[in-house]
């Protein structure tokens, strides 16, 4: 059984510095693609970065810049470090992935196939 869980949400004040961390267990797969998706009240879900399993990382161009996904591949975690935050970021904030190959491995990825419960990220203008 898969298991997506995510930790590290909070508050922070604008300009302040997150770090969140999913934990991906119950799985053996060569091929992946893993990411954050964020949704904030009254609006749809957005992809925030995604990082595949030969480490290629894309980001939606809100966070370029301020937000890093990493993986730790031994841990079988993943991480979004989240810099120079701004009140636009706060949102709930979801871990997802895929468990095979995939033909797009980004924010805009339609194919995460599991997901966690989501940690709540607020921003203090």
């Known amino acids: 059984q898969v298991q997506v869980v995510e930790s590290g949400g909070g508050s922070a004040q604008a300009g302040g510095s997150l770090r969140l961390s999913c934990a991906v267990s119950g799985y053996t797969a060569s091929s992946y693609c893993v990411g954050w998706f964020r949704q904030a009240p009254g609006t749809e879900r957005e992809g925030v970065a995604a990082i595949n399993s030969d480490g290629s990382t894309i980001y939606t161009d809100s966070v370029k810049g301020r937000f890093t996904i990493a993986s730790d591949y031994a841990k079988n975690t993943l991480y979004l470090q989240m810099n120079s935050l701004k009140a636009e970021d706060s949102a709930m904030y979801y871990c997802?992935?895929?468990?095979?190959?995939?033909?797009?491995?980004?924010?805009?990825?339609?194919?995460?196939?599991?997901w966690g419960k989501g940690t709540l990220v607020t921003v203090a203008s």
């Open positions: 997802a992935a895929v468990l095979r190959a995939t033909s797009y491995c980004g924010p805009g990825s339609s194919d995460m196939e599991w």
